[in-house]
Every structure is written in structure tokens, then in C-alpha cells.
Nanobody
Framework: VQLQAFGGGLAQAGGSLTLSCAASGSTFSFNARGWYRRAPGKGSELVARIISGENTNYAESVKGRFTISRDNAKNTVYLYMNSLKPEDTAVYYC?????????WGQGTQVTVSS
């Protein structure tokens, strides 16, 4: 399984960005897809996760601003980020869970200027 993330970049506070993460290879039955981030000097944190049946969960800090969705036909998961804040600046990583295996994409930098 390979995951490739797209869509990072620079945004102003209050702006929007959309990240996408395309999966290839053995993509059969991912039971969950997610986005994590790591800000400078901080540990990794879950941003959003979507599991089978379209159940989602979000970090408290992004609730109401970020939305995760998945397109199973395209094996792609999206993270729609609105009302961005400087504290959203981080490297964002997508992942996919398949049974007991977890796969990670390369990080994509998101920088929000004040």
C-alpha cells in the first residue's frame, strides 16, 4: 500500500486549504483513514479520522473547521480545512488502517500566516 498526500501549502489566517491522500496498491477494505499532524517542537496528534460506515472523529481544536471525507471509488481521503489559524501550521500526514497494519503517506507542509 502506498499513500501519497497532496495539497499542502501556505494560507492566511481565516483561509482554506484542502488536502487529499490517494492510496494505491492493495487497498482492499481499509477500515479507517485519517490525518495526523506534527507541529514544530510538538508531538504528533490526530486531526481527523473516518472509519467504516462514515463515522468520524476530530481533534477538539479543529471541530467545526475541518471536515474529513473519503471517496472509496478513488481510494482517496480528503481533509477540508477552513478558518485556518496559525496554530494549524504543521506537517500533515495521512494514514490508512487495514486490519492490524497501518500505512503512512509522506508529510505535506501546511503553513498558516497571521
Amino acid at each position: 500500500v502506498q499513500l501519497q498526500a497532496f495539497g499542502g501549502g501556505l494560507a492566511q489566517a481565516g483561509g482554506s486549504l484542502t488536502l487529499s491522500c490517494a492510496a494505491s496498491g492493495s487497498t482492499f477494505s481499509f477500515n479507517a483513514r485519517g490525518w495526523y499532524r506534527r507541529a514544530p517542537g510538538k508531538g504528533s496528534e490526530l486531526v481527523a479520522r473516518i472509519i467504516s460506515g462514515e463515522n468520524t472523529n476530530y481533534a477538539e481544536s479543529v471541530k467545526g473547521r475541518f471536515t474529513i471525507s473519503r471517496d472509496n471509488a478513488k481510494n482517496t481521503v480528503y481533509l477540508y480545512m477552513n478558518s485556518l489559524k496559525p496554530e494549524d501550521t504543521a506537517v500533515y500526514y495521512c494514514n490508512a488502517e487495514q486490519g492490524s497494519s497501518v500505512y503512512w503517506g509522506q508529510g505535506t507542509q501546511v503553513t498558516v500566516s497571521s
